[in-house]
């Protein structure tokens, strides 16, 4: 292309984009509403949207801020209130003691927080709040959020940490219109919002243009000046089956009103914060899956993963149930209360009677929430209903060690109580919808059978988009060329999320795999996903990609490192940045983004790690040790650091201390496999073989099923000539690799020589 024809199209470009954001829809706020839609308007007054944020006032601070202390071990809070102005005595960002101004008031029930100004614009949440419930449920006092640790300044969980930043963590699910600016050449704040709470387009999106509809209607116009609408139960009939259960005429819809609901009301990574990304969910969040750690292995939630993924696993989602078919979207609060929210959809004379529940009628046991949406409580007093919507399966406690809601009320009882009471009711036969949960509970564990059973999940086009999508992560982990085929086969999903899903599996594959699999998707119509095909091409793939593909790519690669720049205020996104440029041979630019990330959080040990093995790449040891030390000064509970400090220390051949940080790299983190199997094999390699063998025994009682430590006892025991010891250990890791011919080859010999050695 000329440079002529590219200046002359970069002009129109530039013109085009003026008109385009000339012609764009601006924020009115909330009371422009009111005239034309006063009942909804009304409802929105007395929501906990319009309460989600407020300045500070005798009518919108619910604390005691009398003068009183809260107290935590050394650590002293004091409350107070002077002309009409609200402040609170704790250890400042310097450690020492000051008094701060409350800015805004958070949140409504059943707790209030407290936000303080410092400065560069940022906003912190204070860290001991208030406990608005009524008095005699536990509340009107002061708690800590974190009772269980000792927070000093400097912890990223402290109230001035990182951790705990309005900006980043809280601001966009509290305001409407929430744009961040953060300025990356000084690591401050510039946040605006166009209405202080969660007013009506925050929802609905940008009014203006539908101010000018109503001033002046016109069928032509869609959506009525909106970009969208939120209008999936308008014309939508149910009907009850024989079974008493209602059920949509029609298909079910789009998810359109569930994914508006989403931008806040799930467990997600945002990436932007422009209106009309927002409108499309998938162009500015990334929702997690099922993933350990945020939920169960069954998809109950755990972690605080608020209600989107539990929603989406369930059947009144397959069904086409949305948000509003049980909630007022404007006040917040369910339609109708009690069990006759479900008896909208499930027949009364049916389902709220003895003869379904087996408690009494009206008691706590036959409320519908009760075995279907048990909660779980966050934030020290907020208990919260599980949306997944499930049939209690006390079977799956003792099988997998998951929750039921049998037992959470009945906390006096074992699983097999509770198994043989569902059995007597004649409903111990019923599944529930979710049957992932055994699938999930392998892999999460790493056990035989794990493959098989995740590969049949994903294929399995009758699962929940976020089950495939949750099998394929864990696919990801290890892709087997089945895994690459599924996965090849789920790009082309019309569900996002399993795309995203499919991508984090075929980034594992050859470079002609990803180019022939992932070039498509970098024009697909979700910015998750381009961004994410790109990432994955990046390096040794992008070499060979064709000239309109390579056009494609550097677009997407462009979004993908603008959506990590959004968040430059987060030490995660220069290492995503920095291990980008490493993958692109650009060590230099990775180097600089680690050292970012190092000054936004001295104790961020993956930071530092990838830091260390740049001077390691360059020969530089002695500056990798260096590196690790410096780091775990400032991070002395960090196993990783202290893991790649020793093998730093083995590859200097200072063989006593390496041992030393090898030791304690397990003592910190002692759930993970890899650092006691290299701590074991450490051990036995420099003359400790007895001890070592010790360690990688006990390492196998915590990881019964990890290859590596397998595979050292079994080779360990055979170079031995123990046979026998060797054969158990041979044989499941044959097991767990069925498509490894090598693995199976040695386990074969291996039993072939016991069993000589043993006259058979």
């Known amino acids: 292309m000329s440079p002529i024809l590219r200046t002359g199209l970069a002009a129109l470009f530039a013109l085009t984009t003026v008109a385009a954001k000339a012609e764009e829809p601006a924020f009115v706020g909330s009371t422009a509403c009111a005239s034309c839609h006063k009942t909804e308007h009304g409802d929105w007054l007395q929501s906990q949207h319009k309460a989600a944020m407020q300045e500070p006032s005798d009518a919108t601070v619910l604390g005691r801020f ?18 009409s102005k609200f402040s609170i005595r704790a250890e400042g960002p310097d450690g020492k003691p000051a008094d701060f101004a409350v800015k ?12 303080v100004e410092l400065p560069g614009g940022r906003l912190q949440a204070f860290g001991v709040a208030w406990d608005s419930r009524p008095a005699e449920q536990g509340g009107q006092r002061w708690f800590d959020l974190y009772p269980n640790r000792k927070l000093s300044a400097g912890d990223p969980l402290h109230w001035t940490g990182i951790d705990q930043n309005w900006n980043y963590q809280c601001a966009f699910c509290h305001s409407t219109n929430l744009r961040k600016n953060l300025d990356a050449a000084t690591g401050g704040f510039a946040t605006t919002f166009s209405e202080i709470s969660v007013g009506c387009e925050a929802c609905h999106g940008p009014a203006s243009k539908h101010l000018a509809w ?19 139960r308008k014309g939508v009939t149910w009907s009850a089956n024989a079974s008493g259960t209602a059920t949509r005429a029609g298909p079910p819809g789009s998810d359109r009103e569930l994914l508006v609901c989403a931008g806040c009301h799930a467990r997600r990574q945002q990436f932007s914060d422009d209106p009309l990304a927002v409108a499309k969910f998938y162009d500015a969040f990334r929702p997690v899956t099922l993933e350990e750690g945020f939920y169960h292995a069954d998809g109950q939630q755990q972690d605080e993963v608020y209600t989107f993924g539990s929603f989406m696993q369930s059947r009144m989602h397959a069904a086409g149930v949305t948000c509003s078919d049980c909630h007022n979207p404007h006040s917040g609060k369910l339609r109708l209360s009690g069990n006759a929210v479900c008896t909208q959809c499930h027949a009364a004379p049916v389902f709220d009677a003895p003869a379904h529940h087996h408690h009494a009628q009206g008691s706590n046991g036959a409320q519908c929430a009760s075995c279907h949406m048990p909660t779980t409580t966050y934030m020290g007093v907020d208990a919260r209903h599980d949306h997944s919507m499930r049939i209690p399966r006390p079977d799956r406690t003792a099988a997998l060690a998951t929750p039921n809601a049998c037992n959470t009320c009945h906390d006096g009882k074992s699983a097999a109580w509770a198994i043989e009471a569902v059995k007597s009711w004649g409903a111990g036969g019923k599944q529930g919808a979710q049957s992932f949960a055994e699938a999930f509970y392998l892999a999460d564990r790493g056990a035989p059978g794990a493959g098989a ?27 087997t060329p089945e895994a690459l085929d599924i996965a090849t086969r789920a790009a082309a999903s019309k569900e996002p999320m399993v795309r995203v899903a499919a991508v984090a599996v075929l980034a594992g594959a050859d470079a002609a795999t990803k180019q022939q699999t992932l070039a498509p998707l970098l024009s697909d119509e979700a910015r998750v996903v381009r961004m994410d095909a790109a990432r994955a091409l990046a390096g040794e793939a992008e070499a060979g990609l064709p000239l309109g593909d390579l056009l494609a790519f550097e677009k997407a690669l462009a979004e993908y490192a603008a959506g990590q720049s959004f968040n430059g205020e987060r030490p ?7 291990a980008l440029n490493l993958a692109r041979g650009k060590a230099d630019a990775a180097r600089a983004e680690y050292e970012k990330a190092l000054v936004i959080d001295k104790t961020f040990a993956p930071a530092a790690i990838s830091l260390a093995e740049l001077a390691r790449a360059s020969g530089d040891e002695r500056a990798a040790e260096e590196t690790l030390r410096k780091s775990l000064a400032q991070n002395p509970d960090s196993g990783p650091l202290a893991h790649a400090l020793g093998l730093s220390l083995i590859r200097q051949k200072r063989l006593a201390e390496a041992l030393q940080s090898l030791e304690q790299a397990t003592a910190l983190s002692p759930d993970d496999a890899r650092f006691a199997y290299v701590y074991g094999v450490a051990l036995h390699d420099s003359g400790a073989p007895q001890k070592g063998l010790e360690e990688l025994k006990r390492a196998l009682s915590r990881h019964p099923f990890d290859r590596n430590i ?30 490894d011919r090598a693995i199976q080859n040695m386990a074969a010999a291996i039993k072939a020589m016991a069993e000589r050695k043993q006259g058979r």
């Open 66 to 83: 009398d003068g009183g202390a809260f107290r935590k071990g050394a650590a002293e809070n004091v409350f107070a209130k002077k002309d």
């Open 104 to 115: 805004y008031v958070f949140g409504l029930y059943p707790l209030q927080q407290y936000l």
């Open 214 to 232: 109503a001033a002046k209607p016109d069928a032509q116009t869609p959506h009525h000046g909106f970009a969208m609408s939120l209008d999936q």
């Open 453 to 479: 059973a995740l590969t049949k999940i994903a294929a399995d086009e009758n699962q929940s988009a976020i089950a495939r999508a949750s099998a394929l992560q864990r696919l990801s982990q290890a892709p």
């Open 572 to 578: 995660e996104s220069h290492a995503n940045l920095g």
């Open 710 to 739: 397998l595979s050292a006892l079994a080779s360990y025991a055979a170079q031995a000539g123990d046979f026998a010891a060797a054969a158990p250990h041979a044989a499941l890791l044959a097991d767990l690799e069925p498509d």
